[in-house]
């Protein structure tokens, strides 16, 4: 089970970082519309300097066509470094596109996913991850519980090397349920992570441990016993 950051936001990958156990940042052209007209390459080189080279970084292309995505995926390795993952949606150029690079050896998370077709089409192509978008699924009366099991059974049966990057959540729920359906990673905004940990309850229990200290040795930290 792994969690990446779904953000291009420097300062948030920054922070974030010392406080989950990540493996990996990811992004998309709508990402980085947040982050406004960025520097692009130099951007996601500081990216890279402070997840370091043992996570992974995938960065998305723009191009719709086989030949432009060849390109920008060139643009990228030359320019970030040649262990990025090129993130292509799945479509029939994108589908070529990924054919063609893997032959060069080329890391792939293969996105802008919404059936069962297209993951299994996608590992079968030799994505390296599969993308299935969570809630934009279930917006569309899609059941990404369902998809996400049904590549998890597949990966499982036929061994494929393909891992499942659960993506698109709106709530903590559903990134949980993405877990316990099969998939083997998700890429969370930082803030629902967050979130997460901000239960009352959690905040209760943790001030009720500090009242029953103090009732016994004051105002005083184990460090100072």
Not at 16 to 40: D, L, Q, W
Not at 137 to 154: G, H, L, Q, S, Y
């Amino acid at each position: 089970m792994e969690f990446m950051f779904d953000t291009a936001n420097i300062e948030v990958i920054k922070e974030y970082s010392e406080i989950f156990p990540i493996t990996g940042v990811t992004s998309n052209p709508s990402i980085i519309k947040k982050e406004g007209k960025i520097n692009f390459f130099s951007h996601f080189r500081k990216i890279r300097e402070i997840i370091g080279m043992d996570k992974t970084l995938h960065i998305q292309v723009v191009a719709q066509d086989c030949e432009g995505i060849l390109k920008e995926a060139k643009a990228i390795l030359e320019n970030v470094d040649n262990k990025v993952f090129i993130k292509i949606p799945v479509n029939s150029e994108g589908l070529k596109a990924m054919r063609i690079l893997k032959a060069q050896g080329v890391s792939i998370t293969a996105t802008a996913i919404y059936t069962v077709a297209q993951g299994l089409i996608a590992m079968e192509a030799g994505a390296d991850f599969i993308a299935p978008y969570f809630n934009r699924m279930e917006n569309m009366n899609i059941n990404p519980r369902e998809v996400i099991k049904t590549f998890a059974d597949m990966i499982e049966k036929y061994n494929y090397s393909t891992k499942i990057l659960a993506a698109s959540f709106k709530n903590i729920g559903q990134v949980n349920d993405s877990f316990a359906f099969g998939a083997q990673t998700a890429t969370v905004a930082p803030e629902i992570l967050l979130d997460a940990l901000k239960m009352s309850a959690i905040q209760k229990a943790v001030d009720d441990f500090e009242s029953d200290w103090e009732v016994i040795f004051g105002k005083v930290s184990i460090a100072d016993l």
